[in-house]
């Protein structure tokens, strides 16, 4: 049994037209580390708050290890939370902030001074016990807020962008820390960011988030590797796309396999076919191609591959380990809504000597390095 169950749970907000969490369907692991990703407004913190008892669903149950638990107040759900903001008590010191959830919960002061000082020790803090929090940096500060929600050995810890006001770097290392917790403590953590990058680093798995749904649910390697949709391929990770028809479908009955869409300027090129639906010959599809799967030749006979779109070399940009290549592909409709603009990835060893920005290029990339939605 899963330890976290929402079942068709929606939650409208009064005098919005739709709904914030859209009929969502999620089971949490005992011990797993979840990420809730998607861009703003998507529903995740929405979604967090129902299941820390902050908001209450509009329809649909939320159940912890089976049983019900939308009548329990916050307080008796035993979830630790972590916000965006510190939202620390400034005239408290660290001791004081961190021991707060086992006062309230009447636990003997010796026992707390155990406890306090055993949570902070696991955040690294146990030297600053008794600075206020505005004697911290903002890594100190997150630091605290973690050692709080952790100190009352919570089922779960949820955790709202708890990184997203720190710098880049800080962040990273924040980002250590935490895997490091979840690793030695076991605890169930769910965490929400609209950071992608944030996700992969942390997560066992990851839940894409769009308009209050759930568009995949995966590791964040199949993520990755097998997007279920336009919008998953978009969202992590980089992704060229082009709107295409599609040449020849699949044969009847078939769910998967290769097929040939042709281009706005009649190009046609060959790819792996990942949609559920059943698709027709001169259907619209999408194509899809991440710019490291690119390669780039002056003509198509110096492509590995046979798939080749004819473009033109926009721009051409050093980023230390690999350049970044701007191509126009041909023909592609004046004022279509899609980017006319691909981008390729180009490893250092890899770029054809003398290429210069205006001339004709051609990019290839495998069958089964494209996906067609
Ligand atoms: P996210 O955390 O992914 O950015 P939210 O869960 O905060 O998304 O918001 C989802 C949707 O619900 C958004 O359209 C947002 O404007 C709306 N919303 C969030 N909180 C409230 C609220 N208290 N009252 C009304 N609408 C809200
Ligand atoms: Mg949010």
Not at 9 to 30: C, E, M, R, T, W
Not at 57 to 67: F, K, N, Q, Y
Not at 125 to 151: D, F, I, M
Request: hydrophobic share 40%; with cysteine.
């Amino acid at each position: 049994m899963a330890l976290i169950e929402f079942e068709h749970v929606f939650k409208h907000y009064p005098g919005s037209p739709s709904a914030a969490v859209d009929d969502l369907n999620l089971h949490i692991q005992a011990g797993e580390f979840l990420t809730l990703l998607g861009p703003s407004g998507s529903g995740k913190t929405t979604t967090l708050m129902l299941l820390a008892g902050f908001e209450a669903p509009s329809a649909g149950a939320i159940r912890l290890d089976g049983a019900s638990i939308e009548s329990l107040p916050p307080h008796q759900r035993n979830m630790g939370v972590v916000f965006q903001s510190y939202s620390l008590f400034p005239h408290m010191t660290v001791a004081e902030n961190v021991a707060f959830p086992l006062s309230v919960r009447k636990v003997a002061p010796s026992i707390i001074a155990e406890k306090v000082n055993a949570a902070l020790t696991k955040v690294h803090l146990e030297n600053l016990t008794h600075r206020k929090p505005n004697q911290l940096s903002g890594g100190q500060q997150q630091r605290v807020a973690l050692a709080r929600a952790l100190v009352f050995e919570p089922r779960l810890v949820l955790m709202d962008e708890p990184l997203s006001a720190l710098d880049k770097k800080l962040r990273e290392e924040m980002q250590l820390e935490i895997r490091r917790l979840h690793r030695e403590l076991g605890v169930t953590m769910v965490f929400v960011t609209h950071d992608q990058s944030e996700a992969m680093t942390l997560s066992d798995r990851v839940a894409v988030f769009n308009q209050g749904r759930i568009e995949q649910l995966a590791s964040p390697k199949d993520l990755y590797d097998s997007p279920a949709n336009p919008f998953v391929a978009n969202f992590l990770g980089d992704n060229n796309m082009l709107e295409c028809t599609l040449d020849e479908g699949l044969p009847t009955g078939a769910s998967a396999g290769t097929g040939r869409v042709r281009t706005a300027s009649g190009q046609t090129v060959l790819s792996r076919i990942c949609t559920t639906k059943a698709l027709e010959k001169n259907d619209e599809v999408k194509l899809c191609v991440r710019p490291e799967f690119l390669q780039v030749a002056s003509s198509s006979a110096a492509l590995a591959t046979p798939n080749c779109l004819r473009a033109t070399l926009l721009d051409l940009i050093h980023q230390g380990d690999h350049w970044r290549l701007v191509a126009q592909l041909e023909g592609v409709a004046q004022g279509s809504k899609e980017a006319p603009q691909w981008f390729a990835k180009i490893s250092p060893g890899a770029l054809p000597a003398g290429l210069m920005v205006g001339q004709n290029l051609c990019l290839g990339f495998r069958p089964e390095d494209a996906w067609v939605f």
